[in-house]
C-alpha cells in the first residue's frame, strides 16, 4: 500500500515512525509547509517525493491513501479533496472545526464509499482498550469520568515546544479527544453537555482555560478540565471510576486507583496508540470495511462540539 502523508511537524513525525512498523506500507509522497525542511525529513525516510501542495500527491496514481496532520483548519476540505481523488484518508483529531463541514464530509464519505477515519487516538491506546474490554465484558461499569488536559502554550508552540504558524483549539482539538471517548466507553450517547471558558487571550485569540461538564444517557457522568496555563506535566490523564474500581489511564499506560501499574504491554500488537490507529486504518482499506474511529462513528462528537461553542458563544 502506497501513502501520501501531509504534515511534516511534530504529529506528522509519530505517523512516520509507526508506518515503519507497518509491514506493506510505503510512504511515496511527502507534504509540508517548508520545501527545505520537508526535504530534510524525506531523506530521513527515504521518501521519493516532495512538495508543498497537497494535489501534487494527490495526483500520484500509485498513492492508495493519504494521512493528514496538517492544521486544524485544513482538515475538513483537505480530507473532501482527498475523497473526491479517489484516495482513503486518515485525519488527524479533529475531522473539521464546524458541524457543517464534519457532516459534509461525513456524506462524501458516503457517496465515494472510501474508507475515512479519524485520529481519535485514544480509542486504541492500550490503557483505555483495556478498559473498553471490560466493560464490553460487563466486568466494569463507569460512573464517572475525571480528566485533565493541561498544557503550557502561553506562546504558539507545537508538541515538540517548536514555534508553529497556526493555533490548536481546546474544544475542536483538546475536548474532543474526550468527549468521544466518554461515549465511546459508556456505550452510551450524551444527552447533556455544559461549558464553560476563561479570558481569551490578546494574540493567540483562543481561551486557555476551558472547564466541560457530560451526561450520557446511561447516567455516567464526565468532568473535563482544560488549560494552555498549566506549568507543570503536560498530557491528559483520565480517572474513571466505576461500579468494581477506579482506573487512571495516561496515554497508552494503565494504573489502578492506588497507583499500581496494570500490565497491558498484551492488550494489542504495540504499545504505541498512534501505530494501532494507523495499523486500523491500513486493516480497513484491505478489508473493505468500516474502521473504529470513521468519521460517521465519531460525528456524534462534533455534535456536542457544536452545541459547546453556541453555549460559549
Known sequence: MKVALAGAGAFGN???DAIQLIDGVEVISLVGRELGKTQEIADKYKIPHVTTNLADSLAIQEVDAVILCTPTQMHA??????????KHVEVEIPMADSLADAKEL??????TGKVAMVGHTRRFNPSHQYIHRKIVANEFNIQQMDVQTFFFRRTNMNALGQPRSWTDHLLWHHAAHTIDLFSYQCGSPIVKANAIQGPIHPTLG????????LKAANGAICTLSLSFNNDGPLGTYFRYIGDKATYIARYDDLFDGKE???DVSKVDVSMNGIEIQDREFFAAIREGREPNASVAQVLPCYEVMHELELQLK
Open 260 to 262: 499500581q501499574a496494570i
Open 206 to 213: 483562543i481561551a486557555m482555560d476551558m472547564s466541560i461538564q
Open 106 to 111: 461525513v456524506r462524501l464519505q458516503q457517496e
Open 77 to 86: 476540505a483537505q480530507a473532501m479533496a482527498c475523497l473526491r481523488a479517489g
Open 14 to 16: 509519530k505517523h512516520l
